[in-house]
């Protein structure tokens, strides 16, 4: 499958390293307060992932990772789709944060709704922490709307301690068509 960015490619065993240090600089520590989308507030630490636990990611059946690469070849985006059936679930999105804001996002998105359409699914889910209002508003303008459906964030030893108490809120987004061009 090509996608209609040629920016945006399946990643491989090979981009751990580069998308565990995308990942927690995304989400985590200092680093990611540069950008707009990261948890740093919410959860201590500088981990949002690690080698172990992307290998494990990809290595679930049906799950695949997108990287948007930058013109040096530098991955600066990316987003774990994994196909559950009725539904792609969408997560581990991350752009680098001294660029977030640029349409990058916006593009990866795009590239899983291509993903989906052709696997024939017309639904994604994501799951956002819930008290994150501005980041589930950008979701809402990107066609993703809470379903009404919250499930509990719990520390997992991994990824930080959280410093108030924590859950999802579950995003859907409706694909229009079902139309293949692959």
């Keep these: 499958m090509r996608f209609q960015n040629p920016n945006i490619q399946f990643a491989t065993k090979e981009d751990i390293i580069p998308l565990k240090n995308l990942l927690n600089k995304a989400y985590r520590g200092e680093a990611a307060r540069k950008g707009w989308t ?37 991955i600066i985006g990316c987003v774990n789709l994994q196909n559950q059936k009725t539904n792609l679930y969408l997560g581990m999105f991350g752009v680098n944060p001294e660029i977030q804001g640029q349409g990058i996002g916006k593009i990866i998105l795009a590239a899983a709704d291509e993903y989906a359409l052709h696997l024939g699914i017309s639904s994604i889910k994501m799951t956002v922490i819930s008290v994150r209002s501005k980041l589930i508003g ?45």
Excluded: C
């Excluded at 990287?67 to 040096?72: I, P, R, S, V």
């Design 38 to 74: 990261h948890e740093a507030d919410l959860i201590e630490g500088e981990v949002r992932t690690d080698e172990n636990n992307l290998s494990n990611v990809m290595d679930i059946p049906g799950s695949i990772f997108l990287k948007y690469l930058n013109e040096d070849g530098k």
């Design 138 to 182: 950008w979701y809402n303008k990107n066609g993703y709307l809470p379903t009404g459906e919250f499930i509990p964030f719990k520390e997992d030893g991994l990824t930080g301690k959280h410093l108030q108490p924590l859950e999802f809120v579950v995003l859907e987004k409706i694909l229009i068509g079902n139309n293949s061009k692959w």
